[in-house]
C-alpha cells in the first residue's frame, strides 16, 4: 500500500463499517514513516473528502453515509496529532445540530481546534437546543460552533439563539457551519449567528478573532 492510495483504503473500511480495518490501515501509514502528527492530514482528512463527495455524489445513500461516519468518528484518536500547542484557556462548544446525524465537518473541525490548544467540548450530533445552553452554563464557555447539514436542520439553529437570549446569554457569539450556509449566508443572519465557519482552517480564524477581542479565556 502506497501513500497515495492509503486516503481511498481507509475510506474503503469507512463504508465498510470495519473500524479494524481502518486500524489496520492507519498503522500501516505509520509503519511507512508518517509520523503521527501528520496522520490527520495526510490520511484522514482525504479519506473524509472521499466519503463527502460519494455522498454527495449519490454513490452512498444517507443511511451508509452515517454509519460510515461513525466509524470513522470511532477511529479518530488514532489519527489525532499530538496536543503541542499550549493551551489557549479558550473553551469551544461544537455539535450538530437536532435531528441531523451528521459528523463529518464537525470532527474535522473539532480535531483543528484541538490541536491549536483550544479546550474543545464536542456535543456529538443530533444536539437540543436545551443542551447547547445547558453545557455552555456547565462549562462558561461563550463560543459556539453548529453545524448542519440540511436546510431544516439549519433552520433551526435560530431555537439556539433564541434559548441563549432567554437564558440571558447574549454574550455567546454563535457560528454556524454547513452546507446551507455556505450556500446562503443570508441564512446564517435568519438565525441569529455572528459568522460561518467554512472549513476548519476559518474555525480557527474566528476564534482566534473572538479571543482577540475579549482579550482572555473564555
Request: no cysteine.
Amino acid at each position: 500500500m502506497t501513500a497515495n492510495d492509503a486516503p481511498a483504503r481507509l475510506y474503503d473500511a469507512f463504508v465498510s463499517q470495519n473500524p479494524a480495518d481502518a486500524i489496520a490501515v492507519i498503522q500501516r501509514v505509520k509503519a511507512s514513516g508518517v509520523a503521527q502528527a501528520h496522520l490527520f492530514d495526510q490520511l484522514f482528512a482525504p479519506a473524509m473528502s472521499l466519503l463527502g463527495g460519494a455522498w454527495a455524489r449519490g454513490e452512498i445513500d444517507e443511511y451508509g453515509f452515517t454509519q460510515a461516519a461513525v466509524v470513522a468518528e470511532q477511529i479518530t484518536s488514532f489519527v489525532t496529532p499530538p496536543t503541542t500547542a499550549q493551551d489557549t484557556g479558550i473553551t469551544v462548544l461544537v455539535g450538530t445540530m437536532h435531528h441531523d446525524l451528521h459528523s463529518i465537518d464537525k470532527d474535522i473541525a473539532a480535531a483543528a481546534l484541538k490541536e491549536a490548544g483550544h479546550r474543545v467540548i464536542d456535543l456529538g450530533t443530533d444536539v437540543r437546543p436545551s443542551e447547547f445552553l445547558e453545557r455552555a452554563e456547565e462549562t462558561g464557555a461563550r463560543i459556539l460552533i453548529v453545524f448542519a447539514q440540511t436546510m431544516s436542520t439549519a433552520r433551526s439553529v435560530l431555537r439556539v439563539r433564541e434559548m441563549f437570549s432567554a437564558g440571558g446569554r447574549d454574550d455567546v457569539v454563535l457560528f454556524v457551519a454547513g452546507g446551507p450556509f455556505v450556500a446562503d449566508v443570508s441564512l446564517a443572519r435568519a438565525v441569529g449567528a455572528n459568522g460561518i465557519a467554512r472549513g476548519a482552517e476559518s474555525a480557527l480564524k474566528l476564534v482566534a478573532r473572538v479571543a482577540a477581542k475579549s482579550g482572555g479565556a473564555s
